[in-house]
């Protein structure tokens, strides 16, 4: 029974592309989904990052290719696809994961400060998004596309008010794409991490700020990198079939915090 239950969540013969595998999630996305089985193709700006991540996962057994990636720019993303194809094939998950953020309160944010994350987040998901439903179409074959949004997509905090207005309509376009691509086999949802312990910003949940915010967690726990596996590969594996549009929220309770 058991050997069944793990099956299903196996990867093997399918193709995942990740943007923003350079760091944080979506380098860890990458590992993740090449244990599962899949041929990796990791992407991002920052190309020789890419590369020490394919040496690693080839390192522990996997297969992963590295395509050079600005979400934001038209060209490099039909160029992201035709590279994918050619090193692997027309990719079956599309994570994607690539963004920014501008920390500034909403008064101070420039109207370059709003366009960059907007263009980053949510622009670059409905360009990478749109690419992959249109290769997946012409090539007759279903999929799985994984958008990476954030609980600041359902709720808000200060000085993030691009971050939150762009990941917000990650979630509503998450839905509208699922609505159009069903017929064709294309399943479309949305994860919305918590705040996750990473690198970048371990020093800051590790501060006696961040500890004032794990205390308004209701499990009184950030999450670790571990705790988005299983969400990830429910969603990008035959496991999560029946899901599409659906918003997927691993935060450790916080989304349901009083007010």
Avoid at 49 to 67: F, M, T, Y
Avoid at 108 to 124: I, K
Avoid at 157 to 172: F, L, T
Wanted: glycine share 8%; with cysteine; net charge neutral.
């Amino acid at each position: 029974m058991t050997e069944g239950i793990d099956s299903i969540f196996r990867l093997d013969g399918k193709v995942a592309l990740v943007t923003g595998a350079s760091s944080g999630l979506g380098l860890h996305f990458a590992k993740v989904l090449a244990q599962a089985g899949a041929h990796v193709v990791v992407a991002a700006r920052r190309k020789e990052r890419l590369q020490d991540l394919c040496a690693e996962i080839v390192r522990d057994g996997g297969r992963a290719s590295a395509v050079t990636l600005d979400v934001t720019d038209v060209a490099s993303v039909a160029a992201c696809f035709d590279a994918s194809e050619k090193a692997a094939g027309v990719p079956d998950i599309v994570v994607s994961n690539a963004g920014t953020t501008v920390t500034k309160m909403a008064v101070d944010q420039t109207p370059e400060d709003f366009d960059q994350v907007m263009n980053a987040n949510l622009r670059g998901c409905w360009l990478v998004d749109t690419e992959a439903a249109r290769r997946l179409i012409a090539a007759k074959k279903s999929g799985s596309i994984i958008n990476i949004a954030s609980i600041l997509g359902a709720r808000v905090a200060a000085a993030v008010a691009p971050y939150a207005i762009s990941k917000a309509g990650v979630i509503q376009a998450t839905k509208a794409m699922a609505l159009e691509w069903a017929r064709y086999g294309i399943r479309v949802n949305a994860l919305l991490p918590g705040y996750v312990r990473t690198e970048l910003n371990s020093e800051f949940l590790d501060s006696d700020v961040g500890d004032k915010l794990r205390m308004r967690v209701p499990s009184r726990r950030f999450n670790e990198l571990v705790d988005l596996d299983g969400p990830l590969l429910l969603l990008a594996s035959d496991a999560g079939r029946a899901m599409s549009g659906s918003t997927v929220e691993v935060d450790s309770g916080h989304l349901v915090s009083g007010l």
